[in-house]
């Protein structure tokens, strides 16, 4: 075989592998649907960042007290807004390049192994607790739902909601990417907003209650100091989205002369510009009537009426399917692309259906027989969503960044040192 010939089959080989590697990408879940509009994006993230822990804020409030509750809720919100607006800029500060999932862009800034290191433990970590909770959120709403419509019926175990919630995801876990979510995120969207006004309209219609107490709900001053590092992970995490706002911005096409930042910063400015909407008449209305006895779940400290409060129940129900959906999807690309590219298993409609399914059991299972794993889960996410959507996309444009950029490199620090005391 001549020179040419070994170059010539050479050639093939690596346009074969070429070929393979595009059709895999084109069939995982996070780079298989480039054609999303803007207006999809923004459903994802409004439904990952105004969240369940919306209804936490009062709690957090009540930890923090007013004045110190008012500034950590702005101070949160400016730097939720300029690390997010960050991460969107480095989707593609590469030319010719796109960091389609968090771990890439911590390998480009970090180096190969240890961005790999660095991120996914964490992100496996924060999104796989978050799904666990939401399980348990899931069922305890479908509970409360059951209770408040139906006072006298027999209880129900809360094992057997869990069940059902989790039903719903064996079925949705089969739709392949974001884009096939898109009205699943709208209807989940539309509820989170919704539920949050509820929470708040029905604090102000029960009133301020008789001996209402606003001191600090601990009462020796090292509980107090526990208290507002606590509340302060409550508050970071009532901001979330970071962990998969690379993956939502991967969805949409790259315009023939830009890059996608003005779609994408449209997508994810306007759900957390319009956050403090849904986020601080909860925090403020939800403390008010209560004061430190308000329960970290302001829907469940709120009894009347009746009806309300089984509607707020049923939308939380039907935002926490969509969360599921949003926050899961990462991992299937993770599980999806190991057991592809590692285990070279063919890509399809089986090793979804089974690796899929498998997962959704796992949560379910989880969040059904070890609750206090799901106490360590939610205590992992404060810990680390805080280092997720602030610390990590401070440290990725460090390298980035000019020192003679000092307001710039400024507020990087300042994001820094937030997320390590949250």
Sequence with gaps: MGRDDVGAAQGGDVAQQQENTKSIDDWLPITSSRNAKWWYSA???VTAMVGAGVLSLPYAMAELGWGPGIAVLVISWVITLYTLWQMVEMHEMVPGKRFDRYHELGQHAFGEKLGLWIVVPQQLVVEVGTNIVYMVTGGKSLQKFHNVVCPDC???KLSYFIIIFASVHFVLSQLPNFNSISG????????????????WVASVHKGKQPDVDYSYKASTRTGAVFNFFSALGDVAFAYAGHNVVLEIQATIPRPPKSPPRSPCGRASSWPTSSSPSATSPSRWSGTGPSGNSVDDNILITLEKPRWLIAAAN?????????????????????IETVLVKEFHLPPGRTIRLIARSAYVALTMIIAIIIPSLVDYSDSSEALLWPQQHTFFPASCGWPYTSLRDSACLGSQTGSALYSAFS
């Design 43 to 45: 459903f994802h993230n």
């Design 154 to 156: 027999k209880s129900i």
């Design 184 to 199: 699943i995120s709208l209807a989940a969207a539309v509820m989170s907003l919704t539920y949050s006004t509820i929470g």
């Design 314 to 334: 049923l939308f939380v129900v039907v935002h926490v399917i969509g969360s599921y959906q949003i926050y899961a999807m990462p991992v299937f690309d993770m």
